[in-house]
């Protein structure tokens, strides 16, 4: 796990690797979508198409919750758009290691952009910070080629046999597990562990923040938290 | 989310429901492809870098809290089974600095101690 992964080549597989478990979780988490699709009205034509355009889970979910609310349909998609405002930071945060990449690359890698390849790349780049460009981007679609499919199959599971699922079985609490196994590895240093601090707590106390913005705001927060730490830590240690 | 909310069929019409699709695409393509599009070959500032170094611990402890602090509808504390089999997968994180090992760890005490307890 410590050698740095050096070519495209072992870069891609040490990517499609390291999502490897995140199967466990896509998966179900498709599931869960493609039921609930299918609950609130989809065709199986606009389940697969709304999961294949816009390839998150999170927004999907907010989107057909509103709509079978009947809310307007300017609020359904400007929500929906809310809960994935984090990928605009999550772009800005992989620009200074992939924005050297060729345009349509980068356009892929766009579409590609969920959580886990986000995340499981942002790290690897972290750990091994002497990747070239191209073993960065052959990990991000590493990573990216395994969830994508992962995730179109479990909407489509979801979809067609969704409704021979026991309702015990706990799908759902698989997502939050997941997301909290990637933060762990991330509490590096107390600028981190302070920045995670401020996320949860500013996410609980703006939870009641309309369209999905108390995450955003949190997140700020959070981010200027862990700069301001790094700062100040630095100024205590100037050899460091 | 846990068992999957029972929506009520929606609705709204086919001709809403390829807009609501479309839109998402398209916009959530957008949010994703900005700053990747945008920024291409330009150096960012050390104070821009050093804020974007905590996207992911800013955003993803925050994206989950409400879900599993807040209580479910209908129920008045936060699930303690849930509760402790996320402390569980975090300190594993921590501990083992490897994701995967935290992620076992995290659906293995899930799944025992609603067993035992549930």
């Known amino acids: 796990m410590n050698t ?27 599931i ?7 609950e609130a009205g989809f065709s199986l034509t606009q389940t697969m198409a709304f999961t294949i355009s816009a390839y998150a889970g999170a927004a999907q979910l907010t989107a057909i919750q509103l709509m079978s609310e009947s809310a307007p349909l300017a609020i359904v998609i400007l929500t929906a758009l809310a809960v994935n405002a984090r990928m605009a930071m999550y772009s800005a945060s992989l620009a200074p290691h ?36 191209a073993a960065k981007t052959g990990y991000y679609f590493g990573v990216a080629s395994l969830i994508w499919p992962v995730w179109v199959a479990g909407s489509l599971a979801g979809a067609v046999v969704g409704n021979l699922i026991p309702s015990w079985v706990p799908l759902g609490f698989a997502v939050p597990i997941a997301f909290m196994a990637m933060v762990g590895p991330m509490l590096r240093t107390l600028a981190h562990v302070a920045a995670a601090l401020v996320s ?34 630095l100024r205590r240690k100037p050899s460091a | 989310m846990d068992a999957p909310p029972k929506a009520q069929r929606m609705t709204m019409t086919a ?34 870098l050093r804020l974007l170094r905590y996207t992911p611990v800013a955003v993803i402890p925050g ?4 879900q599993i602090i807040l209580p479910a509808t209908g129920s008045t504390g936060p699930d303690p089974i849930r509760l402790a089999a996320v402390a569980i997968t975090v300190l594993v994180g921590v501990w083992s600095k490897n994701v995967i090992s935290a992620l076992i760890a995290g659906v293995v005490s899930l799944a025992l101690l609603s067993w035992v307890l549930g």
């Open chain 1, 32 to 38: 869960v979508f493609g039921v609930v699709a299918i």
């Open chain 2, 63 to 66: 994206l989950m809290a409400p």
């Open chain 1, 4 to 30: 740095a992964p050096l070519t495209a080549r072992t870069s891609y597989w040490r990517g499609m690797r390291e999502g490897g478990p995140f199967i466990l979780i896509v998966f179900p988490f498709g």
């Open chain 1, 200 to 233: 949860v707590i500013g996410a609980l106390v703006f939870s009641p923040v309309p369209y999905s913005l108390g995450l955003l705001i949190a997140a700020v927060l959070a981010m200027v938290t862990g700069a301001l730490v790094e700062t100040w830590m």
């Open chain 1, 98 to 133: 992939l924005g050297k990449a060729p345009m349509w690359h980068r356009a892929l890698m766009g579409y590609l952009m969920v959580d886990q390849t986000y995340a499981l790349s942002s790290m690897a780049y972290d750990r091994f910070p002497q990747m070239s460009l």
């Open chain 2, 15 to 48: 001709t809403n429901t390829w807009i609501v699709i479309g839109a998402l695409g398209l916009g959530t393509f957008l949010l994703r492809f900005s700053f990747l599009a945008l920024l291409g070959k330009r150096e960012l500032p050390d104070s821009v």
